[in-house]
Each structure stands twice: as structure tokens, then as C-alpha cells.
């Protein structure tokens, strides 16, 4: 299993692009195998990790994830080319829905029948990332077009929970990158779904890329209780709610990754035998007692 971490936005920063490309950095040299970045409502994920992950080698960098509203598929496909031309080949691209609550109140798009939408736009986007001419005319999405951009062919994660979403993750595109869904429900509910997918349309084993809070802490009570009120929204959102119940878990605090050094340590594994290729951690509370044990797991 891979080992990742997830890139802290730099808000205060007078040159957030400089402190962004000094912690990729950082990340590189400690020896994870990615870096990951949200994309919400602060930077651009793909122009950010193309400018400050330019001159940082031996890191994949990926987006987790860059909702597909309000952009045509091929808009998105020609920017992630190119940026992975930027990146020299190094970009994994994580898409996803966003929320209702987002793409109506905030961008004024409908949320109907999300599941058919990012069908059609994986339709038109995983081909036009490939440089492959691309006739589609769905419900929701047209195009006829070729892409002529450096950088085309790059891994396309979609963030994917539900059993439709999984299923088409496994058959159209190399995986799902998840956010607050534990092991369990990774063994029983992602992982059987999205492989069954992927062998059925003579797809490679997807890529299972989970992401989740991590603090080594002596006070896994204390800790728990921080991660609740940090990611708090997380658990009120309709899909990470339904992971979460899966997982039996009240709130966050109850699927991140919390406690000593052998306790995180053994949640670490859980994962990995529950089916996770790439795990990526998002630190918070002790952060360096919490990356030199992760610098090791990376290591090891």
C-alpha cells in the first residue's frame, strides 16, 4: 500500500503558491509516494499543483477532488493535460459530484440524477484526456472534438461511494479516492463493488485511494473529540452521512485514525487488508509526531 498525504492549504501566506511548492517539497523528501490537494473553495487543485509541483520530482500529485460542475469535460481534460505536461507525467486526477447543497445554492446548476451526469462527463472526459477523438451526444453533455494538448494519459479517480458511482468508477475510470469511510466498509461495501466493475470490463485492479485524519496522540479521547469538531460538516453532508453509517460510526472523530504509535500503526494495516492501494493521511493535532511515524510507514 501506497503511502500519501494531503497538502494543507497555505491561507495565510503572502506567496500561497511558494509555501504550496515548499511543502510539496517537504512531502517528496520525507519519501511519500503522493501528495494530494482538495479543491474547493480557495486554489485552483490542477493550476496550483502545476505551478507549485513543477520543479518537485519524485512525487505524484493528485486532486481530491475537482467537482465536475460547472465545467464541460473537455475544459477539464485540456486543463489536467496540461498540467500533467507541467508535472512531467506525475498527475493522478480525482473528480467527483460535489454536493447539492453546493451545486444548487452555490453554482445555481441542477443536481438531478447525478449518478447519469457523471456518467455522461466521464464518457467524454476519460477519452479526451487520452487525446482521442470523441463524438458523444448524452442528456446532459455534448461534444465532438480532439484534444491536441501535451500530457494526455494520466489515472482518473472518481470519488465514489454509492454502489452506482463505484460501479462506474470501476468500469470507466483506474479507481475511487474516498473521504471518511473506514475499513469496514471499504472490505464490505468499496472494494468488492469497484473490482467486480473493473474484471467485468476487462479493466486493471482499480486504484482504492482512501484518505482519512490522522494524529499520533497519548490521548486518543481528546483527539477523537478535535477531529469531531474539525470535520464536523463531513458529517452532516447526505453521502459521507451514509459512510459513516456504514461504518457504524457516530462522527468523524470515530473513523479517524487516532491514538499511539502502534495503534495508528495497526489502523494503517486494517486498511491495507481491507483493500486500500493508496493510503493518504490528513494530518492534524501532533503534526510531527504524526508524520515521523508516517515518514516510517512510507518507508516501510
Not at 467485468?200 to 496522540?217: H, K, N, Q, S, Y
Not at 486498511?271 to 493510503?279: E, H, K, S
Request: hydrophobic share 45%; with cysteine.
Amino acid at each position: 500500500m501506497r503511502i500519501g498525504y494531503m497538502l494543507s492549504e497555505p491561507r495565510e501566506s503572502a506567496d500561497p503558491l511558494a509555501a504550496l511548492r515548499d511543502e510539496i517539497a517537504g512531502v517528496a523528501a520525507d519519501g511519500f509516494d503522493s501528495a494530494w490537494i482538495s479543491h474547493i473553495f480557495g486554489l485552483d487543485a490542477l493550476t496550483a499543483l502545476a505551478v507549485a509541483g513543477r520543479d518537485v520530482p519524485g512525487v505524484e500529485l493528485g486532486t481530491g477532488v475537482v467537482p465536475i460542475y460547472p465545467r464541460h469535460p473537455a475544459a477539464l481534460a485540456q486543463q489536467a493535460m496540461t498540467a500533467n505536461a507541467a508535472l512531467g507525467g506525475r498527475l493522478v486526477l480525482g473528480v467527483g459530484l460535489s454536493h447539492q447543497v453546493v451545486v444548487e445554492n452555490m453554482f445555481g446548476y441542477s443536481y438531478e440524477r447525478p449518478g447519469r451526469q457523471m456518467k455522461e462527463y466521464l464518457d467524454v472526459l476519460v477519452p479526451a484526456s487520452r487525446g482521442e477523438h470523441v463524438r458523444y451526444a448524452g442528456e446532459t453533455v455534448k461534444a465532438d472534438l480532439r484534444l491536441t494538448t501535451p500530457g494526455a494519459g494520466f489515472p482518473v479517480v472518481v470519488a465514489a461511494l454509492g454502489p452506482r458511482m463505484l460501479r462506474l468508477a470501476g468500469a470507466v475510470a483506474d479507481g475511487t479516492v474516498l473521504w471518511m469511510t473506514g475499513p469496514r466498509t471499504v472490505a464490505e461495501h468499496v472494494a468488492p463493488r469497484i473490482r467486480a466493475a473493473a474484471a467485468e470490463a476487462g479493466r486493471p485492479e482499480p486504484r482504492i485511494v482512501c484518505a482519512l485524519p490522522v494524529c499520533v496522540t497519548d490521548d486518543r479521547d481528546a483527539a477523537v473529540a478535535r477531529a469531531d469538531e474539525i470535520f464536523a460538516v463531513y458529517g452532516r453532508l447526505p453521502s459521507y452521512r451514509a459512510m459513516l453509517d456504514r461504518e457504524g460510526a457516530a462522527g468523524p472523530g470515530d473513523v479517524a485514525i487516532a491514538g499511539d504509535e502502534e495503534a495508528v500503526l495497526a489502523a494503517i494495516e486494517e486498511l491495507r487488508q481491507a483493500g486500500v492501494t493508496d493510503f493518504v493521511a490528513s494530518v492534524y493535532g501532533n503534526a510531527r509526531r504524526t508524520r515521523d511515524l508516517l515518514i516510517g510507514a512510507s518507508k516501510g
